[in-house]
């Protein structure tokens, strides 16, 4: 991250808990989206028995199903989950360094808050 908004990088760096969980739950939000919209997708049964109906009822079932679109759409929500999950990991364990950091040194701020 850059420091005090200057254009060279510093070295130091500001971690916000807080902004890698808002992160982390918007993530896990887009995987939700992702399972709802797929379940939210016609069936082939929905489109009719018109010809035309029938074909694009066809081109959608060999899309469906775990090696088709929608499995490739679910195995990306799962991969937004983790990328959530990861995000979380990574803040708890940076409250509990920073927590253990600020004992050793006597300080009184929380672990996490502005400095």
């Known amino acids: 991250m850059i420091d005090g908004g ?10 916000e808990p807080e902004q890698l969980d808002r992160q982390a ?3 896990e939000e ?3 989206t992702l399972r709802r919209r797929v379940g ?3 069936r082939p049964a929905q489109l ?3 010809p035309p109906a029938r074909w694009f009822a066809q081109r959608l079932a060999a ?16 991969g937004l989950d983790g990328v959530g999950e990861n995000q979380r990991a990574v ?11 600020a004992a050793a040194m006597g300080r009184t701020d929380t672990p996490g808050s502005a400095r």
Request: negative net charge.
């Open 40 to 42: 939210e997708a016609p």
């Open 6 to 15: 200057s254009s060279e990088p510093t070295g130091d760096f500001l971690v």
């Open 25 to 27: 739950m918007r993530f």
């Open 91 to 101: 803040a708890h364990r940076y409250r509990e360094t920073d927590g253990s950091g």
């Open 63 to 78: 899309l469906a199903g775990s090696d088709g679109a929608t499995g490739m759409i679910l195995s990306w929500a799962d």
């Open 48 to 50: 009719g028995t018109a």
């Open 30 to 32: 887009l995987g939700d």
